[in-house]
């Protein structure tokens, strides 16, 4: 059974910063793809962010210049760093992992994100 572990979530204001982490064992993380969703009420969710396996990112067009995914391989942790928060940031985040050998994600259990005055 494969886990992703996240954390960081909460409410902050708008402007503010938060930084969401996801763990998994290092077997999957080494070799996979990792990312973030996001599904906010009523919307369809979506590909914020994600890194290969080398240091390659991809950012939907509403979070560029905000928001920075990485990964740390030594903890088998991907982060991603959310500066400038907006109202329309708020959702579910959640972490995924693709490995290579599979053509389906991992999923973590969501972390919700509200950015609200």
């Known amino acids: 059974q494969v886990q992703l572990v996240e954390s960081g979530g909460g409410l902050v204001q708008p402007g503010g910063s938060l930084r969401l982490s996801c763990a998994t064992s290092g077997t999957i993380f080494s070799r996979s793809t990792m990312g973030w969703y996001r599904q906010a009420p009523g919307k369809e969710r979506e590909l914020v962010a994600k890194?290969?396996?080398?240091?390659?990112?991809d950012y939907v067009d509403s979070v560029k210049g905000r928001f920075t995914i990485s990964r740390d391989n030594a903890k088998n942790t991907v982060y991603l760093q959310m500066n400038s928060l907006k109202p329309d940031d708020t959702a579910v985040y959640y972490c995924?992992?693709?490995?290579?050998?599979?053509?389906?994600?991992?999923w973590g259990q969501g972390t919700q994100v509200t950015v609200s005055s």
């Open positions: 890194i290969n396996t080398g240091v390659t990112t």
């Open positions: 995924y992992a693709r490995p290579p050998w599979k053509n389906y994600n991992f």
